[in-house]
């Protein structure tokens, strides 16, 4: 009978590629964190600011409505959920979502957001890691 492999497959390396075909998570498994997380990075604002109960700066606010708009639309989280992960009333979410689809029209803020949108999931709960090699 003829072996496809030289050795049998790793058991590891089979729950790796079956994550990696596993659908991306669910709404309620993105954390807050991961969406600051991807914020704080290309907006260079503090993570504590984003998460502070008053406006601040306009670019604190610029990259907290941005984060809020990740989470109602990109993730899929009610306006409610989304204010209650951020600390907002949904009315506040909803004036962030309309403010960043605003926005879009600028070709560079819009690609920005293309790539925030795809990072996120890759940061949530279900980020993979890769196996771990036998020694």
Do not use: K, N
């Not at 994550?19 to 997380?37: G, H, Y």
Request: glycine residues 6%.
């Amino acid at each position: 009978m003829l072996q496809p492999f030289a050795r049998p497959i790793d058991p590891t390396v089979t729950r790796y590629c079956r994550q990696l075909r596993s659908p991306p998570p669910r709404p309620a498994d993105v954390r807050r964190e991961a969406i600051e997380q991807a914020v704080v990075q290309v907006f260079a604002v503090a993570g504590h600011d984003l998460r502070r109960t008053t406006r601040g700066r306009a670019r604190v606010a610029l990259a907290r409505q941005v984060a809020m708009y990740l989470a109602h639309v990109g993730c899929g989280l009610s306006l409610t959920e989304t204010g209650r992960l951020f600390g907002r009333d949904r009315t506040t979410v909803a004036h962030a979502c309309g403010v960043i689809e605003d926005r879009r029209d600028d070709p560079v803020f819009d690609r920005a957001l293309d790539l925030l949108e795809w990072a996120v999931p890759a940061l949530s709960t279900r980020a993979f890691t890769a196996p771990a090699t036998a020694s």
